[in-house]
């Protein structure tokens, strides 16, 4: 009910403003900050920043649904970044929340860009990591925090990590939050903030949860794009390679060394697959690496900043990235899986074709994935045009399985132990059973007065 009552209205829709071109310095923020949006060539603000900018800065909360791609990074900081400029330092007044490391780590370095020419300080809470640098944040009072809700709670359980200050919070893909089971996590951090501070609520779609937490949240915001159905950014070329499930490693690669796509990023539905089609592009010559939840945070960063400077050509993934990978000018998507729900597709394409740009999206569907594919035509309202690669043969017999199947690796696993279960036991039994030496010489030793049962051997007195 609350998320309908927020709807434009029909004379909204059916007439919406007329855009004018707008440019930075129209928004009267500080000078320090368009300076920085200058030197990183931003010179007019794209449609989700030109409406969320003036009424936060205004000081109104904020509901907003926004695609993305569509700058609302930047729509949430530079409000916020305004305010604090005429704020002291030494207390923290502003909180992102956001649900994964590598989403918390791009907003952090998207913020010290566009406030390099000021004193504003940040820092990044999130797993994997040692908890002492981001104990230091909290002690030095960093202007803005940036944090992953589980990693928050395990600082609030220790006396200085007090955020009674608290003038500014962001919730940033809320509705990925709810995705991943933060909703329960999000409102015991809520309980340790203040309860009067400016809110802006940031999600690409609005189901019944979200919009009872806004709703819970917000006072009288001011709602952008809340009648817009999610849909893949407009400069996003989709097509669809129909292909047997046996030879999708074989396709991607025939589309790398035919020099179709000069960098890609990989989707996969498992840990397991993503490992898999990593070390089958490898051993083929092409340079990738791999980025999941089984990784460490040392290795997802370098596999992604490996990626950016171009180290590695393909990062695969699973879904737990999708909306933490910022990569400048990204050409190519790649579903190798069709993602078992609509929005997780638009948040994959998401990831090229980002700030107005253009970019290529590909899904590779096997015939047991067309229900899934169907599914995302109706939600985007349109039927993606099916490709057929020349020379690539489409019968052709595997070189190799790319993955192995369940019962497979369960049997594996299961017989490993079994082993590992029967070395113990017959290692046990060895420990348990003296050798028949070690017993004769025992007894040899009881006789000569040596340590036995009646205790230490001692001289006799004279």
Do not use: W
Request: proline content about 7%.
């Amino acid at each position: 009910m609350y998320a309908r009552s927020l709807l434009f209205s029909e004379a909204q829709r059916a007439n919406p403003p007329i855009r004018l071109p707008v440019a930075f310095a129209s928004l009267k923020l500080h000078a320090s900050l368009q300076r920085g949006l200058k030197e990183l060539g931003f010179t007019r603000p794209t449609p989700i920043q030109m409406d969320a900018i003036p009424p936060a800065l205004e000081g109104r909360d904020l509901l907003a649904c926004a695609q993305t791609g569509s700058g609302k990074t930047l729509a949430f900081l530079l409000p916020i970044l305004n305010h604090l400029m005429e704020k002291r330092r030494g207390v923290t007044r502003a909180l992102v929340l956001t649900p994964t490391r590598e989403l918390a780590a791009q907003i952090v370095e998207d913020l010290n860009e566009v406030a390099v020419h000021t004193p504003l300080t940040s820092a990044a809470v999130y797993g994997g990591v040692g908890m002492g640098p981001q104990e230091h944040a909290f002690r030095s009072g960093v202007d803005v925090l940036v944090a992953c809700p589980g990693r928050l709670l395990d600082h609030f359980r220790q006396p200085y990590a007090k955020l009674e200050h608290l003038e500014y919070l962001v919730l940033d893909e809320a509705d990925r939050m709810l995705d991943m089971g933060f909703l329960p996590d999000i409102k015991r951090v809520l309980r340790h903030l203040p309860p009067r501070k400016q809110t802006l609520f940031f999600s690409a779609t609005m189901p019944a949860p979200i919009a009872a937490l806004a709703h819970e949240l917000l006072r009288q915001p001011a709602t952008i794009n809340l009648e817009r159905k999610a849909a893949p950014a407009t400069g996003i070329t989709q097509a669809v390679y129909p292909v047997p499930q046996e030879l999708k490693g074989e396709l991607l690669l025939a589309l790398l060394q035919r020099g179709d796509m000069q960098e890609a990023l990989v989707f996969t539905r498992t840990k397991h697959r993503a490992n898999r089609l990593a070390e089958f592009l490898s051993k083929r010559g092409v340079s990738t690496e791999r980025i999941h939840g089984n990784r460490s945070q040392a290795q997802r960063t370098k596999a992604l900043e490996g990626f950016k400077d171009g180290t590695f050509r393909v990062l695969v993934a699973t879904d737990i990235a999708a909306r933490g990978i910022d990569v400048e000018a990204l050409g190519h998507v790649v579903n190798f899986d069709v993602p078992n729900v609509p929005e997780d597709y638009i948040h994959r394409v998401g990831r090229t074709a980002r700030a107005e740009l253009t970019g290529e999206a590909y899904t590779f569907v096997a015939p047991d994935e067309e229900t899934e594919l169907r599914a995302i035509e109706r939600a985007i309202n349109r039927r993606l045009p099916r490709v057929t690669v020349p020379d690539f043969d489409y019968k052709a017999k595997p070189a190799a399985k790319l993955e192995i199947p369940l019962a497979e690796r369960i049997a594996a696993i299961r017989a490993r132990k079994a082993e590992d279960r029967a070395r113990a036991a017959a290692k046990a039994a060895r420990q348990a059973t003296p050798a028949p030496e070690q017993r004769s010489s025992g007894t040899s030793r009881r006789r000569r007065g040596g340590r036995g049962r009646s205790g230490p051997y001692r001289e006799p007195q004279s």
